[in-house]
């Protein structure tokens, strides 16, 4: 049986018109986009041919943009999903009824990611152009949709999570922001900074293999640096992962292999998250938690902290 | 059915419920009246599975209902104080939504849906959008939405509120065939006289404490010494006040130009042989009757004079 609340937002989301202008006005453009790159590619040249490399950067924008939609509205179309609920007072009714937390929390985070999964097969047929014209094998376009879906499914899950525990959506809207904008920026620049601190300190002796390790395991949550080392492997450019070997320079194979696949450590990254945040959010939507566990109602911080002091004494 | 003992809730310091004990038997409406902020509310969403107890033990059908809500929530239909609705939603899709809910199987849900519409008298709205529809119907559908799975206790939060008195009597007539189909009804209001009519018992929350139970006529009996009875001849008045002067359970006759009242401190048999000697001295009683009101009178004794 499909998810109930999965299945009411399917059903009350595509009535009326507005998701459908929207979906109409993307389509559009990529569609007029890809159509525009073709042209050109195909009547520049004075005998017609074509080149199979214009296909590639077709490829390459269509997905960076859809990555860049990805990250960009998923926290705004999933923030609201639990808190919206609340605000609509519809949460008790879903919470007195036999649906179990973990049923309502994906049922509302499908729910939400559902118009972007639209959005995103609705372009495939874009996507499979690439695939068409050659240059690229239909199991790398489908990897790459895989690959934006685990992005979104953990946009979405830490996004839901803050939805079930802030009254407020645009509280929650602004921290999935701030986490993102830490995960796009501030995992590169925990990666460079200490180097060049440390090029500036160079008296100082560091142990250059952990310190690779350090670099590299700080970029695999960055959904940026994890996308274009996708690219990279499906179409042998030089966008990152290159860059990052020769920066690197390393010797050992195993850190060589990780830097090699990090987009491939990102969706286990981003899987792990998306679990952490499910949990979590099952967790912080249950109204009688404690009892499942056979433990009392947690007391108020204020009286625990008497409690332990009067058990000192 | 419903065995409330002890029951305490407490946000830090407040005691929104304090050692509450009730029980309420099957097949019966329980009125659970109190004043705005008593913690009938609170009681109710404990009722529900919607909040831990600090303290105390809620059974239902001898289930714990704070150590098993999942079964308790295939036992109970619960509908809040306030409540929304989904935008784009019809009536007949809001039902089977929350039918989804309860995993009730595709092919038995129209059937039961068409059953509860007709119940809570809204089959001509089956195609409406839910929000469109007026308060007193909305209330009607969560009420029908509240009985999707068949449970045995509908546990109602103040349903009446917000109605105008067409939709209240409405409400009313639908909870007497509820009851009648066997369902064990606990239903709040800040209003007494509101549930007195169609409760078989009553239970009166002050405080977050039990401050009264029992039926209204025993809680009325308990709390009330004196009783003001209302009586109206077409003629005679002189015999009937020398009558009702000499009846040692009479006080304070006040005579007026057409009627009488006087307070009354003795049993309903012995009210009853005061009006069968007026009939049997020919005075032609056209009322004769307990005065209203009384019931506001006894909810402001009993929770410390706060306004209804």
């Not at chain 1, 495939?124 to 690229?136: A, E, M, R």
């Not at chain 1, 945040?277 to 433990?295: D, M, Q, T, Y």
């Amino acid at each position: 049986m499909m998810n109930p609340v999965l299945r009411r937002e399917a059903v009350t989301s595509l009535r009326g018109w507005k998701n459908f202008a929207v979906l109409t006005f993307y389509l559009g453009v990529t569609a007029l986009g890809a159509g525009m790159v073709i042209y050109t590619g195909m009547f520049d040249n004075w005998d017609f041919s074509f080149d199979p490399q214009i296909m590639m950067v077709l490829y390459v924008v269509l997905a960076a943009v859809q990555m860049a939609l990805i990250t960009l509205t998923v926290p705004a179309l999933t923030a609201g999903s639990i808190s919206g609920e609340r605000e609509r007072q519809t949460l008790d009714l879903l919470l007195v009824t036999k649906m179990s937390s973990f049923s309502i929390v994906m049922g509302k985070l499908l729910a939400s990611l559902a118009f972007i999964l639209l959005l995103i097969v609705g372009t495939l047929p874009v996507l499979s152009l690439v695939f068409y014209f050659g240059g690229i094998k239909i199991s790398a376009v489908l990897l790459m949709v895989g690959f934006m879906l685990m992005t979104a499914l953990m946009l979405g899950s830490i996004s839901v999570f803050f939805s079930c525990i802030f009254k407020r959506t645009v509280v929650s809207i602004m921290l999935v922001y701030i986490i993102m904008g830490v995960l796009c920026l501030g995992t590169i620049l925990a990666a460079v900074l200490p180097l060049a601190v440390r090029d500036y300190n160079a008296v100082n002796m560091i142990n250059l293999e952990s310190e690779y390790w350090r670099i590299a395991l700080t970029l695999i949550p960055n959904p940026g640096v994890a996308f274009f080392s996708l690219v990279d492997a499906q179409l042998g450019s030089n966008i990152v992962t290159r860059e990052l070997l020769s920066m690197l320079n390393s010797k050992n194979s195993a850190l060589n292999w990780i830097v090699e696949n990090i987009w491939m450590m990102n969706m286990l990254f981003d899987a792990a998250v998306t679990a952490l945040f499910i949990a979590l959010s099952c967790r912080a939507i249950n109204p009688v938690r404690e009892h499942r566990h056979g433990g009392a109602e947690r007391k108020p911080k204020k009286e625990r902290k008497k409690g332990k002091k009067k058990e000192a004494v | 059915m419903l065995e409330i003992k002890d029951l305490v809730k407490r946000y830090g310091k407040f005691t929104a419920v304090d050692h509450l004990s009730l029980s309420v038997p099957e097949g019966t409406i329980y009125g659970f009246v109190g004043p705005n902020g008593a913690g009938k509310t609170t009681t109710m969403r404990i009722m529900a599975g919607l909040l831990t107890a600090t303290e105390g033990s809620v059974m239902i059908d001898g289930i714990d209902a704070t150590k098993n809500p999942k079964a308790l929530r295939e036992r109970i239909g619960y509908m809040p104080d306030f409540f929304g609705v989904y935008d784009n939603l019809k009536v007949t899709e809001y039902m089977d939504f929350y039918a989804g809910t309860y995993g009730i199987p595709y092919k038995e849900r129209g059937g039961m849906i068409d059953n509860l519409l007709e119940i809570v008298d809204l089959t001509h709205k089956k195609e409406f959008y839910v929000d469109s529809l007026s308060r007193g119907m909305k209330q009607r559908l969560c009420l029908a939405r509240s009985l999707i799975h068949d449970p045995s206790l509908l546990i109602l939060d103040e349903p009446a509120s917000g109605l105008d008195p067409r939709a209240r009597v409405e409400m009313k007539e639908i909870l007497k065939q509820l009851q009648s189909m066997g369902k064990t009804i606990v239903i709040s209001s800040h209003i007494l006289p509101e549930l007195a009519e169609m409760c078989t018992q009553v239970g009166i929350i002050d405080h977050g404490r039990l401050a009264a139970a029992g039926s209204v006529q025993e809680i009325m009996h308990r709390l009330t010494q004196k009783r003001v009875i209302y009586v109206r001849p077409a003629a005679e008045m002189e015999k009937m006040l020398r009558i009702l002067e000499e009846q040692p359970a009479v006080q304070g006759l006040v005579e007026n130009t057409l009627d009488a009242e006087f307070d009354f401190d003795g049993t309903d048999e012995e009210l009853a042989g005061i009006l069968k000697r007026l009939v049997l001295a020919d005075v032609p009683v056209v009322a004769f009757r307990e005065k209203e009101g009384n019931l506001e009178e006894v909810f402001m004794r009993v929770t410390g004079g706060e306004s209804v």
